[in-house]
């Protein structure tokens, strides 16, 4: 049986915990700072499901390098990392180990849901799917969502820049030109 | 009661151990921002490059975001000690920069023994890693620590042996005195005299620091993150720059023992002892991301079948050739 969809929860935050409540330092340009240093040191958990994990390899590789952006320091353990890209199908005997990892990273922390299996369920969302999680947040908060099947990696760093985005509230770097033809 | 002499000697040790501070604070941001980018150019990628122009506030970022982390300890881990290992991980390290001569003038503590006090209080850090792991209640930490200890004591042998072999030579244990025994150029270096110490030194300091290919301890394909797994925020904040410390550490007294230490051609100074420790840990750098991890009995093999071995003939063979 699939996953019920009266199991989200309607209360998700569309973003998870990007502000900290209370924050860490009272003063309002010290913790623009470290907002932005946050920012710009996302370090993701070492950590894939299933093909879009291959993209997300992709993403940190030679030709798009998440490393231009910091975020490439990839922590085999979760309580050094900062970011959960969930990359890859959830079934349901993932979800504990998904629910416990992310329970398992201090905050702050942030969630980006990769691809369409990740979000919804993806090709799995069919009537004869009795394994599949449909959508990983209906188990955690989720702060961005990317789109595809696979995405591209230029997708995945456009969910870091959101990430960046709900942090600061900024988007620090410019948009790509859309190409004729 | 204190006369002048102790007051100028405590306040030169306070100005030398702040100064160390500073060095080992500068030299964690800069090496991991080389670190960082000889990864991304070795492996055909720009590296860190849109936070600051070419990426250099990198690792102040990082830095900064660690210290806004929050703390964890586990449940089950035993407080004290968890807390008390990333701090004798790091400290130590500062007594280590005392001894070490920077420049003809510039050495904070001439002591006599610098070579054995650096080589003792450096051993604490392997008392570190094992309460470390040993506190954090977690089978990945404490197998990363029983890697750690049982690879640094390995290495610790030929390590000692390999510089005793230069202060055989020299017939000093002051680095000071180490360094002014060499000549300015190359061929007048301990290096030539000694080859087969530097390399097994070199080899030895790969596994004292437990950097790649020897970083068996925080294995991250088998051992999550080894002894730092359950460290978060500046708990594992400081385990890494301590690591980069020790990397310093190593190269320096490898400089001094076997490259002329401040020594070289034109005019002697710190310029030449910097320029010799980087390109040391540079060398160390690529070492790091060109080999792949040996497996932990090839680790031990190296160690006792090959390095311990030679380290023994070439001690002998020094002892042999400066009797003669």
């Given at each position: 049986m ?8 309607p209360?998700?935050p ?23 240093c ?11 499901l ?5 993209e ?8 798009f ?5 910091g ?17 890859g199908?959830?079934?349901k005997?993932?979800a ?20 369409n299996c ?16 449909e ?28 990430v960046?985005?709900?942090i600061?509230?900024k988007?620090w ?9 | ?9 405590l ?23 080389c670190?960082?980018k000889?990864a ?7 590296g860190?490059?849109?936070?600051g ?15 806004g ?49 650096i ?22 930490g404490?197998?990363?620590a ?15 042996l ?14 000071s ?7 300015a150029?190359?061929?007048?270096w ?11 030194y ?5 596994g ?14 088998e051992?999550?993150?080894g002894?730092h797994?359950?460290?978060?925020s500046?708990?594992?904040?400081l385990?890494?720059?301590?690591e980069?410390?020790?990397?310093v ?5 490898c400089?001094?023992?076997f490259l ?7 005019a ?9 420790t ?6 160390m ?32 063979a020094?002892a042999?050739v400066?009797?003669?």
């Amino acid at each position: 049986m699939a996953a019920p969809d009266e199991v989200v929860p309607p209360e998700i935050p569309a973003s998870g915990q990007h502000a900290i409540q209370p924050p860490v330092v009272k003063a309002k340009p010290v913790q623009a700072i470290l907002d932005l240093c946050r920012s710009m040191s996302l370090w993701p958990m070492t950590f894939g499901l299933a093909c879009c994990a291959i993209e997300m390899m992709a993403t940190g590789m030679a030709r798009f390098d998440l490393a231009r952006f910091g975020a490439e320091v990839f922590r085999p353990s979760p309580r050094q990392s900062d970011v959960m890209i969930v990359a890859g199908t959830v079934t349901k005997k993932m979800a504990p180990a998904v629910v416990r990892l992310y329970e398992q990273i201090p905050a702050p922390k942030w969630v980006i849901a990769m691809g369409n299996c990740a979000i919804s369920g993806g090709p799995f969302k069919i009537k004869e799917n009795y394994n599949v999680i449909e959508g990983v947040d209906t188990l955690i908060p989720v702060d961005v969502y990317v789109p595809g099947c696979p995405p591209r990696p230029e997708g995945l760093l456009e969910g870091f820049f959101q990430v960046q985005r709900l942090i600061t509230g900024k988007r620090w770097w410019p948009v790509a030109e859309e190409v004729q033809g | 009661m204190m006369n002048a002499i102790d007051v100028h000697m405590l306040i030169r040790l306070i100005i030398a151990v702040v100064a160390a501070m500073a060095w080992v604070g500068i030299n964690a941001l800069v090496l991991v921002y080389c670190e960082r980018k000889f990864a991304g150019h070795i492996q055909r990628r720009p590296g860190p490059f849109e936070v600051g122009p070419h990426g250099i506030l990198q690792p102040l970022a990082d830095g900064l975001k660690l210290m806004g982390k929050q703390l964890f300890r586990p449940a089950g881990a035993d407080a004290f000690l968890f807390w008390l290992a990333p701090m004798l991980s790091l400290l130590p390290v500062l007594l280590l920069f005392l001894p070490i001569p920077y420049g003809p003038m510039l050495t904070a503590m001439n002591v006599s023994l610098g070579i054995l006090l650096i080589l003792a209080f450096s051993s604490l850090n392997v008392l570190a890693l094992l309460l470390a792991g040993w506190s954090s209640n977690n089978k990945w930490g404490i197998l990363g620590a029983a890697r750690a200890v049982s690879q640094s004591v390995a290495y610790e042998i030929p390590l000692l042996l390999s510089v005793l072999a230069v202060t055989f030579m020299t017939g000093s244990f002051n680095l000071s005195a180490i360094s002014t025994s060499q000549g300015a150029w190359p061929w007048q270096w301990n290096l030539m005299a000694q080859p087969l110490a530097f390399f097994i030194y070199l080899v030895s300091a790969f596994g004292e620091t437990n950097r790649a290919p020897f970083d068996l301890a925080e294995a991250e394909s088998e051992l999550t993150a080894g002894f730092h797994t359950e460290y978060s925020s500046m708990g594992f904040g400081l385990f890494f720059m301590a690591e980069y410390a020790y990397m310093v550490v190593v190269c320096s007294v490898c400089t001094v023992l076997f490259l002329g230490g401040f020594r070289g051609p034109v005019a002697d100074g710190w310029w030449w002892f910097l320029a010799k420790t980087y390109a040391l840990l540079f060398l160390m750098i690529w070492v790091r991301w060109t080999y792949p991890r040996v497996r932990f009995d090839q680790l031990l093999n190296i160690n006792w079948k090959w390095l311990l071995p030679l380290a023994v003939f070439n001690l002998l063979a020094t002892a042999f050739v400066m009797k003669l």
